[in-house]
């Protein structure tokens, strides 16, 4: 009986062993999964020019697209949407050809000019969405001093 109970034993730990090692490969597995489609997601900054401005100030704002594939198929014809921390916000969406892996190209900079008419910190956002979904974001502050005839003063 004794043996028996040992045999039992050995074999469960054998397949709470085998259970184990086969979690650990497919988890192995999608973190390699993960950090290849990481690989290929290109890099999102945001930049204001000039950061720091006077009222009525006018501000090119830049997002880029750095490193990655070209062909990215979630960044492929997306919404674009700024919100300029002033309360408001713009959003704007292209009609693209379908998707084809390896042919399709992502677009790598977007560029608009926005005017702060007040004083103050503003945090502007910058969204790239799919189906309402943000897919990639970033961020950056602009500030704007008063200047003459600014009625926030």
Request: glycine share 6%.
């Amino acid at each position: 009986m004794k043996n028996l109970r040992r045999v039992l034993w050995a074999g469960a730990v054998s397949l709470a062993v085998a259970a184990a090692a086969t979690t650990t490969a497919a988890e192995q597995k999608a973190e390699k999964d993960a950090r290849d489609q990481d690989a290929k997601r290109p890099k999102i900054t945001l930049r204001a020019q000039p950061p720091v401005g006077v009222s009525p100030a006018r501000v090119v704002l830049t997002a880029e697209l750095r490193g990655g594939a070209n062909d990215f198929e979630e960044y492929y014809c997306p919404t674009v949407e700024w919100e300029w921390g002033d309360n408001t916000r713009s959003e704007s969406s292209s009609d693209c050809e379908p998707y084809e892996a390896g042919k399709s190209e992502i677009k790598r900079r977007f560029t608009v000019e926005h005017v702060f008419r007040r004083a103050g910190e503003y945090q502007v956002f910058f969204r790239l969405k799919r189906h309402d979904k943000t897919v990639t974001s970033a961020s950056t502050y602009v500030r704007v001093q008063p200047g003459a005839g600014d009625l926030s003063r």
